[in-house]
């Protein structure tokens, strides 16, 4: 059967989609699904992160128009749009901290022209924002209601602000226009297509034990992350695509790890002799982050289903493929 025959999952007319940020990690999967379920996508990018070998599978599918561009730019879309969807925005902390003002101005100039764009087009908005808007979270698990612990203008401001503006300028959509919207936090999400040299732990982790270099823990290790695997995000988000409900919603796996723990098993399942070296914790870097998930599974009926363990095996197996995870930095 051709790429072009596979019809959607639900029941529903196929539907035209477009996705900001459809280069990048996220994206690229997400992407991929709405095509699987028959749907036509229309993908922006300007690949200041994204990588375009991400969407390279696609070329020539009936289904799937690219445009790079910088959504903080004005633009016009032909079709007709059911839903928008942005992901557009540098997600890893150096990556943020290297496009201080480009992350700024996409999650706030770019988030209007997207919103701009919905209500034009009268289409279904989805934000993905970010756990970074609980900062340093003073409740532990992090429930929706949670306002946050945040550093205005430190060092990860221009992301946490930027996201947590974003929020605001959703709201203020739904609220002034009654547009249909949906905000979730992400947390810590990871698999195959991250930019090896996106700094972020699973991609570093990964890259260093497969190189048999050591793998650079921050601080003492002690501090926590919940990782989920990219299609328990994707699958969630389709679901709440479905429900009339603006969130926020947490999407992450609760199965909470200390550093450390991640770094030893990343040795274990890449069966690595690389060693463990230590260096300093970056500034504002949150000690603990596990989602509070009950609005999502309640709200969606889903659970995540891959755990780390599998979620970082898979990963592997993708990287030891990708010729960018192997090869030296700054050769890209
Ligand atoms: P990514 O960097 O791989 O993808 C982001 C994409 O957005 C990239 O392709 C980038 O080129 C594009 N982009 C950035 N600015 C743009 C602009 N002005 N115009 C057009 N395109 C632009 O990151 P990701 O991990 O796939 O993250 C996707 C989204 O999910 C981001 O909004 C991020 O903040 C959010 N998020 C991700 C995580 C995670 O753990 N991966 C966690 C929380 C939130
Ligand atoms: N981290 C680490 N070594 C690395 C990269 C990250 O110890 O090479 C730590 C980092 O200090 C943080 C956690 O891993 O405590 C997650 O970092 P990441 O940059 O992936 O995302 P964050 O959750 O901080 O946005």
């Not at 289904?63 to 079709?79: M, N």
């Not at 695997?229 to 699958?235: A, G, I, N, T, W």
């Amino acid at each position: 059967m051709s790429k072009d025959n596979v019809f959607p999952l639900h029941g529903e007319r196929p539907m035209t989609v477009l996705v900001a940020g459809a280069a990048g990690f996220i994206g690229s999967h997400l992407v991929d699904r709405l095509l699987a379920d028959g749907h036509r996508v229309v993908g922006i990018d300007n690949l200041i992160t994204g990588r375009s070998e991400n969407l390279d599978h696609l070329r020539g599918h009936g289904r799937f128009r690219f445009i790079q561009h910088d959504v903080g730019l004005p633009f016009e879309i032909e079709e007709g749009l059911d839903w928008v969807m942005h992901l557009a925005s540098p997600a890893s902390p150096p990556k943020y901290q290297r496009w201080p003002i480009e992350t700024l101005t996409v999650n706030s100039v770019g988030t209007h022209h997207l919103l701009e764009l919905a209500r034009a087009k009268r289409a279904r908005f989805l934000l993905a924002s970010t756990s970074e808007v609980y900062g340093d979270p003073l409740h532990h698990p992090q429930k929706e209601e949670h306002w946050g612990n945040v550093n205005p203008n430190g060092p990860r401001s221009m992301y946490d602000e930027g996201k947590r503006y974003a929020e605001a300028a959703t709201m203020a959509y739904h609220r002034t226009h009654g547009l249909s919207v949906r905000i979730i936090r992400i947390f810590n999400t990871y698999g195959p297509r991250m930019d090896p040299h996106d700094g972020r732990i699973v991609t570093n982790f990964v890259r260093q034990a497969l190189a048999g270099e050591p793998l650079t823990v921050f601080g003492d290790g002690a501090q926590t992350r919940s990782l989920q695997y990219v299609s328990d995000l994707v699958e969630a988000i389709l679901r709440y695509m479905r429900v009339e409900h603006p969130g926020p919603v947490n999407l992450g796996n609760p199965v909470e790890m200390t550093v450390r723990e991640i770094a030893e098993l990343v040795l274990e399942l890449t069966g690595s002799r690389s060693t463990l070296s230590f260096h300093p914790l970056p500034e504002n870097d949150p000690r603990r982050r596990r989602p509070d998930i009950a609005m999502a599974q309640e709200l969606l009926g889903w659970s995540p289903r891959v755990d780390p363990r599998d979620g970082l095996a898979r990963t592997i197996a993708a990287a030891r493929t990708d010729a960018a995870m192997l090869a030296p930095r700054g050769a890209r």
